[in-house]
């Protein structure tokens, strides 16, 4: 895939993704039951992935059905069942929240990332040991996590920015 088409894919989940965030707070605030509205959404995902995949593997002429070997199921319902209990604590935790913190909590995506593969191992993240160019791309990594994080914590926990959602009218709490 080249670079730009990579980027511009990047760019497009980020923005779906927090486009997202505020639409779940407004669901959400609406009443809408979290786990309902979780349990819709997830479907709705794993059969638009269902989908990609068929139509990925006929445009590559593949004849192969999809399969999985049973320790990939278990690992797929693992997964799925994160994801889900993640969907729902996160819509719990944005009913009580402003939009912008809603927004905002993009910010953290990469950080649980980045936590969740090192702790598999699928992304290496050596931090004393190793060349130069590593040992430089795993403190860029966490840097780059920590500005955002700090950004993130600094504009939901910053008096100014709950002054004015207060003159908006759009504070939860009224």
Not at 98 to 117: F, H, N
Request: hydrophobic share 55%.
């Amino acid at each position: 895939m080249p670079t730009g088409s990579a980027h511009a894919a990047v760019l497009t989940a980020n923005i779906i993704w927090a486009a997202w965030n505020v639409a779940s707070r407004a669901l959400v605030s609406s009443g809408t039951n979290p786990v309902v509205f979780a349990t819709y959404r997830e479907i709705a995902c794993a059969v638009f992935l269902l989908l990609v995949t068929m139509a990925r593997r006929q445009c590559s002429g593949s004849e192969k059905a999809i399969r999985f070997a049973p320790r990939e199921w278990s690992l797929l319902l693992l997964c799925g069942s994160v994801l889900f209990s993640f969907q729902v604590a996160f819509l719990l935790g944005v009913g009580g929240a402003d939009a912008t913190t809603a927004g905002l909590s993009i910010l953290l995506v990469p950080l649980i990332a980045l936590i969740g593969t090192a702790c598999l191992g699928w992304e290496p993240l050596p931090l004393c040991r190793g060349s130069r160019r590593t040992l430089i791309a795993s403190w860029a990594k966490l840097a780059g996590i920590a500005c955002a994080f700090c950004g993130c914590a600094f504009l939901i926990l910053s008096p100014a920015a709950h002054a004015s959602v207060a003159e908006d009218g759009a504070s939860p709490q009224q």
